[in-house]
């Protein structure tokens, strides 16, 4: 029985930067964003923007097209968690209108819970092929101001419903996984920023490709040339290239660049989405100029700290006419430019509190994130 991905969609936030004008206020020459680290602009969130809001805009446009009565799971992968305790898809759950016959539970281990989300859920339908599960990978990236990791900011939330007899991409059995405890990249339970060590993260991400591929060797016997086209995490394009150079200077062979460009159109538009990064890779790839039917594709998901899987699907005949999220590039375009002072100001004003509080009123997303009554988040349709 073939398991997989069945339908996808996409949400970002309100706001962009543009990376020129982080540049141009900061003094810094845009070819090192540009180039160096392969962003070109990144979505920032509007105060009543969030995580659930994201992600219930991304799941009500794939629900619009499926039965969702069939659903039985519904897996939240984050590491934007809003509440210590509560799942962030419960929320989403009631703003849908899910049936209460679902079993809902969050997901975390940094970008690589996604994965552990998908695998999951395959691993539902497999033992009741009945079932559809909504997996729902949704992050906002938000690094200290002036930073390392501050152009590489960004937000967004992929759903995807995982059903058997997949109309896009059969998952397959048997993937490499890679575990390394490492201090990379953390956030602490009292900080709203991550604390980063830029260079070893770079050092741990290409081990754990190397490790990851090895163990997906060593388990199925795979050659680098059954692989037709790589997505790998993306918390800037740039890293993707380096670990797609580092695996072919493993393997000894040639792996050109066009084996991943098409995988970071949206990415470097997005900026690191965490856990939904990887998604937006495969939405970019399938949506690109090849036809890709009957093609293998190896994904790399890589979650600091450190997880990360390599797993492989393959695209399924008649995909195309399957493929919805078509509203990606026009949702990009359509966010609102701040200029880099607006910016700041909006992320220097960041509330992690749950004290009373009203947020601005400013997205025309289908959902918003209100403000704070009595501890309690308050969710509304627009
Ligand atoms: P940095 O200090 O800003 O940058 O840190 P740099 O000085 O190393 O320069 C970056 C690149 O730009 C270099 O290229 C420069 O040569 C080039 P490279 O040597 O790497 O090929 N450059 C230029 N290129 C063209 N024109 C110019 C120019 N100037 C310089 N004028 C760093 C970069 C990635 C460390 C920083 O952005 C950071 O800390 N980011 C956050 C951490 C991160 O994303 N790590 C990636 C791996 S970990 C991961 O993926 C997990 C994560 O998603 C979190 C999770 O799992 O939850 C982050």
């Avoid at 997505?231 to 797609?244: D, Y």
């Avoid at 607006?342 to 400013?362: L, M, Q």
Wanted: glycine share 8%.
């Amino acid at each position: 029985m073939k398991i997989g991905i069945h339908d996808l969609d996409v949400a970002t936030t309100h706001f962009v930067l543009k990376l020129d004008s982080m540049a141009e206020a900061l003094g810094v020459d845009p070819g090192k964003y540009h180039m160096g680290l392969g962003q070109d602009e990144f979505s920032v969130p509007a105060p009543d923007e969030d995580v659930v809001t994201m992600a219930a805009e991304a799941a009500t446009r794939l629900l619009s097209r499926n039965d969702a009565s069939k659903i039985r799971m519904v897996l939240f992968a984050t590491e934007t968690g809003i509440d210590q305790s509560k799942a962030a898809g419960v929320f989403v759950h009631g703003l849908l209108g899910l049936p209460n016959a679902v079993r809902t539970v969050e997901f975390k281990q940094a970008c690589y819970s996604g994965t552990a989300a998908l695998q999951t859920a395959v691993n539902h339908v497999a033992r009741y092929p009945e079932d559809q599960v909504l997996v729902i990978a949704s992050d906002i990236a938000r690094y200290a101001v002036d930073s390392g990791g501050e152009p590489t900011q960004g937000a967004g939330a992929v759903a995807m419903l995982i059903a058997a007899d997949p109309s896009i991409l059969e998952i397959e059995p048997d993937s490499g996984v890679y575990t390394a405890d490492v201090n990379d990249f953390w956030r602490p339970n009292d900080s709203s920023t991550p604390f980063v060590e830029g260079k070893l993260s770079l050092d741990a991400y290409m081990d754990a490709t190397l490790g990851a591929w090895d163990d997906l060797v060593a388990r199925r016997g795979i050659e680098i040339s059954d692989i037709h086209r790589f997505l790998h995490h993306q918390p800037f394009t740039k890293m993707a290239r380096k670990a797609h150079a580092k695996l072919a200077e493993h393997l000894g062979v040639e792996l050109g660049a066009d084996l991943i460009e098409e995988s970071m159109t949206y990415n470097r538009r997005v900026g690191n989405s965490y856990t939904a990064s990887l998604y937006f890779g495969l939405v970019a790839q399938l949506q690109g100029n090849d036809d890709l039917a009957g093609k293998r594709l190896g994904l790399f998901s890589y979650g600091s700290g450190s997880v990360s899987e390599f797993f492989t699907g393959i695209v399924q005949p008649g995909y195309a006419e399957h493929l919805h999220a078509d509203n990606v590039a026009e949702s990009l375009d359509s966010r609102v430019e701040l200029s880099f002072e607006e910016y700041r100001e909006r992320h220097n004003a960041y509330v992690g509190s749950s004290d009373n509080n009203e947020t601005e009123k400013v997205t025309d997303a289908p959902f918003r994130f209100s403000g704070v009554i009595d501890h309690v988040r308050q969710y509304e349709a627009n």
